[in-house]
């Protein structure tokens, strides 16, 4: 089991460009997240999905759109790139009704000048 | 709004000797508490967890104590070794909210050799 993997790792933006991130999980996850790590402000929840064609906003969605349109794929979205979103973004998932282990992806480092 | 809110910000400690990394919450409608690890370039990852009905769990060098009156847990890492080295994030999930998790803004634990 490769568990939650990302593509792409590093990524350098220009300012109004787009870009969509991609997550993958090979669990059978039903629910699915990502978030924004930035430094002093721990992990920051942006969308979410509890299902496959399904998705919510979570504490930070401006800026951001996803899409589940597969149950093991969870993208998200820049459609206009601004300096405020540099940021680590991080995959997880987690089985349904479980309130156990979200399991991280490795992150994507995106930089945006 | 932040829900969560952890202390120290950072923390250097001598091997061999105990990290204490406190968290205090606001909400009551939480009903689990995980403290995950995250090692630089990669995923946080779940080092332990407790339900509110229970006052301490302890795993090996680490344990958590709770304290439900004053919405207050932490982790304790006794014996610290230098591979302990790494940022710490206390998290709390909802009662009910698909599962999301409310991270702690972090700490970085460095252990001294």
């Known amino acids: 089991n490769a568990g939650v993997t990302q593509t792409p790792k590093f990524r350098v933006l220009k300012t109004g460009q787009s870009m969509t991130l991609l997550c993958a999980q090979d669990m059978n996850h039903e629910y699915m997240y990502w978030y924004r790590q930035d430094p002093g402000m721990g992990l920051r929840l942006i969308h979410y999905s509890v299902g496959e064609g399904t998705t919510a906003k979570g504490e930070v969605p401006d800026g951001y759109n996803v899409s589940r349109l597969k149950k093991q794929n969870f993208l998200l979205g820049l459609e206009s790139a601004a300096p405020s979103q540099t940021s680590v973004y991080f995959c997880?998932?987690?089985?349904?009704?479980?309130?156990?282990?979200?399991?991280f992806g490795p992150g994507t480092r995106l930089t945006v000048t | 709004q932040q829900q969560v809110k952890q202390s120290p910000q950072s923390l250097i400690v001598q091997k061999g000797g105990i990290s204490i990394i406190n968290c205090a919450y606001e909400n009551t409608a939480f009903d689990y508490f995980p403290w995950y690890q995250q090692f630089p370039g990669k995923g946080p990852a779940l080092l332990i967890a407790?339900?509110?009905?229970?006052s301490e769990k302890k795993e090996g060098r680490f344990t958590i104590s709770f304290n439900k009156s004053a919405k207050q847990f932490s982790l304790h890492i006794m014996d610290s070794q230098p591979g302990d080295s790494a940022t710490y994030f206390c998290?709390?999930?909802?009662?009910?909210?698909?599962?999301?998790?409310?991270f702690g803004q972090g700490t970085r634990l460095t252990i001294n050799p």
């Open positions: 407790i339900r509110p009905d229970v």
């Open positions: 997880a998932s987690i089985r349904a009704s479980y309130a156990g282990e979200q399991y």
């Open positions: 998290a709390a999930t909802p009662i009910q909210g698909a599962q999301k998790l409310v």
